[in-house]
């Protein structure tokens, strides 16, 4: 593959537009009983238009046989090697809940949890407290945690989830998870993975024990277990390797973490999908590259519900006129991985794409479905490929070599 | 993928024959009016013979949405990874031209172009001056030019056209172009891009000097721009790697300088395709690979003429037949990239490929098509794999491990 080196070399800055739009989770398996996949099943005027215009194909967005976490399948999306730009749990959550991240700093995910009076885990997310408990539980502990030299700072997520957060000198982010993955054991103590992070394991150790002291009466939220620790990671731009102004619009933090680290300007996108199309219309002029995220087909994949798939994919197909009467030069549609809702969860199955331009060469695909798209013009391939294939289809590539 | 030395290893030397037949730009785009490219409109019995008797598929070049240069299009076919086996305009233009590069030598591609009073570029071409006043060019400045220590020549090439080289000791091709690429600029200062490449640039810059008062009355082509400055790439030879004893037939000097440099013998080609028929029936039997270049395809496309490209595949075919009479074991038909009559030049879009021997797997694939092809046994594949393909066609690799 052609490296982001010859790329910078051969990127052009033009007028035309790109829109990647991302129904996460998108790729499915057939139902039982009718031999159909969600989004097979369900019933998509606009999508199969737009596959009919355009070329199409079936990517892996890592490898074949890979089941992509969201960071590394939105990374390949956005034309980085994904096994290369790796980063931790903790960098994307933070970016993704706006949180300030300075070279030096180290990260964390941390969950709240219960444990019993032995200190053993006995809910790994605490009930999944409410989001307001979540936010007290992070002022005790911003007001209680005193580590001499380091700042040490707690964020609130969504439910359970916070971000927790060191600055200071001579950290590292080298430290293993204390969460053990499984209930019914003690917090793991955080280890030094590297002789650079001794320090950062010891800070992080008595922040845990200063932890269970603030939080004993917080049942069920009197603990804590972190993972991800990690810092940010220093990747070059989207707009240094292709000479694109992106911008993100998603409304979930973690989507909007990813796109920060590759330098994408974050729009504000509402809740709704009927918001983020208002974003996008609102920005259109601004920016020649959008990444537009929609995350309940993903989700209902994840719910197993399978009939609630195909009526996020048919939610999703009624607001895609609105995205298209834009006119932007390239449309990319596609998945960041398959969630088939027979898996209850994301898996390794290719995502069905469709690459709408006017200079694509169309294939005979009519419809947009994981059967149809496998004989479209883009073959089987990778999906970090199509980055250079938009840039190619918006004319901003030129020549490579003589 | 298979490296060269694994390939090494199970190459085997046999009489078997391997045709590689490059319809250069031959992938193009649907018409409007009737939804075929140039290579379905056109009328090709013969190429639809061959593509029904064969394995057909659709190849990337270079990588998906990339739009190669004659130059990597070719290393692609010919075996070698085109961004690893990258080189300069300057070798490829000077290879061409039958000039000899030996080690340490440096050459760069020169055009002449017209300069006003001021010595600001106003055509970067000299009007195209005619091949015959480039050569009076060219005589002046390799009487006039003189520089210490180094020997200076220039080499006349199509119209305005010229190679530079430089022989002599501690040089360095890390220089800078000096032409800007658009009128209305002066030329640059050649400049050194690696501290090595001092000496070279204050050389080439004195060069210029000299030039300028050597060409001022020479108007239009009163002035030179230069690029691409390069040495002799010392790449692995296709006899190294694949043991072949490879020729090449083309009639442009580009492709003769490809070939030379992955080590083929250049046979005398002619001009027209009947006279590269006749190099390849006289030398027949003293070579077991055959690269065979077709320049028409392109050309029309490059000039936007769709109908002028459907003829010249349609010229083609009507020659296929007196190639096809000498039986080779194995006979490649494609090009080094797409040329859409519709983007008037090299695109991204994949090409259409045919290989056809005795013991391919044969596909459905009835006709030589953009459409067709995609149907084919070999898929959407890079075109570096084809050179493994040919040579297992031909019966010359052994088993691959134990």
């Keep these: 593959m052609i490296g982001f080196d010859e790329i910078r070399k051969i990127a052009q800055v033009t007028p035309s537009k790109i829109l990647l739009l991302v129904m996460d989770g998108i790729g499915g398996l057939p139902h039982p009983d009718t031999g159909k996949t969600e989004l097979e099943t369900a019933n998509t005027p606009n999508l199969d238009r737009l596959a009919s215009k355009g070329i199409c194909g079936m990517a892996y967005t890592v490898s074949p046989g890979i089941t992509p976490g969201s960071a590394p399948g939105h990374m390949s999306l956005f034309g980085y090697e994904p096994t290369m730009y790796q980063f931790g749990r903790g960098i994307v959550e933070a970016l993704g809940l706006d949180i300030e991240v300075g070279p030096g700093d180290v990260v964390v995910r941390g969950n709240f949890c219960t444990v019993d009076d032995d200190g053993v885990i006995t809910d790994r997310r605490a009930g999944r407290i409410p989001t307001e408990v979540c936010k007290e539980q992070c002022a005790i502990l911003n007001k209680g945690v005193a580590v001499s030299g380091t700042q040490v700072q707690f964020f609130a997520g969504k439910d359970h989830r916070f971000v927790m957060r060191l600055r200071g000198d001579g950290l590292s982010h ?229």
């Design 174 to 402: 080298h430290v293993g998870d204390t969460d053990p993955q499984h209930e019914g054991m003690h917090p793991l103590a955080p280890e030094a993975l590297d002789p650079s992070a001794t320090r950062t394991a010891e800070i992080a150790a008595d922040i845990v024990a200063q932890a269970r002291t603030l939080l004993k009466d917080r049942h069920p939220a009197n603990m804590f277990l972190l993972r991800g620790f990690s810092e940010h990671p220093d990747y070059p731009s989207i707009n240094d390797i292709y000479g694109l102004t992106p911008a993100c619009i998603a409304p979930y933090p973690m989507y909007r973490g990813v796109s920060r680290v590759v330098g994408m300007d974050i729009l504000p996108a509402g809740e709704t999908l009927e918001d983020e199309v208002a974003a996008l219309k609102k920005n259109y002029d601004k920016y020649d590259y959008f990444f537009m995220h929609y995350k309940k087909t993903d989700a209902k994949g994840e719910d197993g519900d399978f009939d609630a798939k195909v009526q996020a994919i048919e939610d999703y197909d009624r607001v895609l006129p609105s995205i298209l009467e834009l006119n932007p030069d390239v449309v990319i549609v596609t998945g960041d991985h398959s969630t088939p809702a027979g898996l209850v969860g994301h898996s390794w199955h290719t995502v069905p794409v469709i690459l709408s331009a006017k200079y694509c060469r169309r294939d005979e695909v009519t419809a947009y479905g994981e059967s149809a798209c496998l004989k479209g013009g883009l073959g089987v391939f990778a999906a970090v490929e199509l980055m250079p294939l938009a840039m190619a289809n918006a004319l901003k590539l030129n020549k490579f070599g003589a």
